[in-house]
């Protein structure tokens, strides 16, 4: 009994703080498939004020990955499988180009960077539709798929991305982000064991969290199929222009 509790609580948490973290990927699930987005930003943000630092990005990609994996697989009628096919070539390039330049990159500049493509698609004129065409989602994975290895906070800059590519249908965009999202959390595994972190010792609250991430996705799965793409596509919005703002406020700060 007391392996498998050292297993699922590690040694550097407190079983308080475990269990702050499990309910918080169970909400945070239930909010992304409701609404779309802000889960995984606002997981991050309660990981890195519980975790060490060295685990804070490795194991929220651990967690992304399932959750979002969870949704895609709940979802799978809606996603835009076109899309997730020239998506899945940049991921594998920008994590092949991340693991070869582990080097600290300015997050100043990239928060300011990724705060303002969030509020040019949110809010800008029309854009070109090679932009959001096959050469625009290769070229966005690669990008995207690059700068999550360090910053972890890319998913509203694809999420923006998803929904002026889906024209604001709520259930393809969330289904085709929940797709490319478990696309680009899948290498950061490979990437972060090869850098010398040690998965196995947060395995047990992973998995915890993953599962309470199911539970929650299915209760904000149930919220969405009951709203409009109308609403959803203003609560999308607003989520990711707060999401940006907080970003240029951490910036600035």
Known sequence: MDVLIEWFVPSDLSIWAVLV??????????????????????????????????????????????SNANRAALTAAHIRWRVVAWFAPGVVLGALLASLLLVELPTVVLQ??????????????????VATGALGTFIAAICTTFISHFVGATGPLVAAFIKRQQQEQRQATVATFAATMTLQHAPKTLVYTAAGFVFYEWLGLALLM??????GTKLGLAVLY?????????????????LALRLIWQALS
Do not use: R, Y
């Open 112 to 129: 300011l960077s990724i705060a303002g493509f969030i509020l040019l698609l949110c809010w800008g004129p029309g854009i070109p539709a």
């Open 21 to 66: 973290l499990i309910a918080t990927a169970g909400l945070t699930s239930a909010m992304t498939a409701a609404f779309g987005i802000g889960g995984g930003v606002l997981l991050l943000a309660v990981m890195s004020m519980i975790l060490p630092a060295a685990a804070i990005i490795p194991l929220h990609g651990l967690v992304q990955l399932g």
């Open 226 to 242: 009951k709203t409009t793409d109308q609403h959803f596509g203003m609560i999308f919005n607003w989520l990711l222009t707060a």
């Open 210 to 215: 993953i599962l309470a991430g199911l539970l």
